[in-house]
């Protein structure tokens, strides 16, 4: 059994993996731009993720898709904080707060967050580590390579799998001596995130290698491009194949997964756990 340290609640984590419900507050994300700009919508969209079987709500206000413009912190807060206070408020939901900033992890925290979810593996910002260190909030450290707006331009890689796992090596070494504890953290590989196809069907295959450092496993491919171009199909008709590379990375080790659909992962996910 993992367990994950997430300020005052550890999530444990055994034969089935968890579930991560997105709700992006943005009018300009891939998937579900502009569905959940609404406060009242997103609160509603979440409870629904909740009664479908999420473990945790991944709550992001700003789009990190490729060439996604940023936002400021001030409109980040604006989009966000309100959603989490009422969650933490009317649930006992175990809330991510999906940001690079630490202005906008602070509030964050502040409004009821347990875990800071961070693209960027907390290099943005300088003072994210010190958010993270004295709120003792779980941490997601993703990799990526270079920039949502810089990151799709011809990535490259020797051997991508290696590289991310080296990444996460060096990363947890800088992050554990600025007194953020190992039990509070997570990784994502950060499919789609400065690969090519072939690098992420590379990552999904070599899932188990990152499971070797003993913490979780995030891994994130709902919906996302390189199933389309797999696939031909538009964003909006990819969940067989969301589904497929979710069962294919629960098989190969992964330990949470971030998702749109949340009814038919968890389905998914039963299923596969149990003829594995």
């Known amino acids: 059994m993992l367990e994950w340290k997430c300020r005052d609640q550890t999530i444990k984590i055994s034969d089935r993996p968890l579930i991560m419900g997105i709700l992006n507050i943005t009018p300009d994300s891939f998937?579900?731009?502009?569905?959940?700009?609404?406060?009242?919508?997103?609160?509603?969209?979440?409870?629904?993720?909740?009664?479908?079987?999420?473990?945790?709500?991944?709550?992001?206000?700003?789009?990190?898709?490729?060439?996604?413009?940023?936002?400021?912190?001030?409109?980040e807060i604006k989009r966000v904080i309100p959603v989490i206070k009422e969650l933490s408020k009317s649930t006992d939901a175990i809330i991510s707060t999906d940001t690079t900033k630490a202005d906008v992890a602070e509030a964050a925290i502040d409004a009821g967050a347990h875990i800071i979810n961070d693209i960027s593996a907390l290099t943005y910002d300088p003072r994210m580590i010190t958010v993270a260190k004295?709120?003792?909030?779980?941490?997601?450290?993703?990799?990526?390579?270079?920039?949502?707006?810089?990151?799709?331009?011809?990535?490259?890689?020797?051997?991508?799998a290696e590289e991310v796992n080296d990444f996460f090596s060096k990363r947890i070494q800088e992050i554990t001596a600025a007194g953020i504890k190992l039990s509070s953290l997570a990784i994502d590989p950060g499919i789609g995130?400065?690969?090519?196809?072939?690098?992420?069907?590379?990552?999904?295959?070599?899932?188990?290698?990152?499971?070797?450092?003993?913490i979780p496993v995030i891994v994130g491919l709902s919906r996302k491009s390189f199933l389309g171009k797999l696939t031909g199909?538009?964003?909006?008709?990819?969940?067989?194949?969301?589904?497929?590379?979710?069962?294919?990375?629960?098989i190969n080790g992964a330990n949470i997964i971030r998702v749109h659909d949340v009814d038919a992962s968890r389905d998914a996910i039963l299923t596969a756990m149990a003829l594995k």
């Not at 473990?55 to 936002?71: H, L, Q």
């Not at 779980?138 to 270079?146: A, I, K, R």
């Not at 995130?193 to 003993?214: D, P, R, V, Y």
Request: glycine residues 8%.
């Open 31 to 75: 998937s579900d731009g502009g569905n959940y700009i609404d406060h009242n919508e997103a609160i509603k969209r979440a409870h629904t993720m909740l009664q479908e079987g999420a473990d945790i709500i991944d709550i992001g206000g700003e789009s990190t898709r490729p060439g996604a413009a940023t936002v400021s912190a001030e409109e």
């Open 134 to 160: 004295e709120s003792s909030a779980g941490v997601v450290l993703m990799h990526m390579l270079g920039t949502p707006q810089t990151m799709q331009n011809s990535p490259k890689y020797k051997d991508v």
């Open 193 to 214: 995130f400065g690969k090519t196809i072939e690098h992420n069907i590379s990552l999904i295959k070599n899932i188990e290698t990152l499971t070797q450092i003993n």
């Open 233 to 250: 199909k538009d964003v909006s008709d990819r969940l067989a194949s969301s589904l497929a590379g979710l069962v294919i990375s629960v």
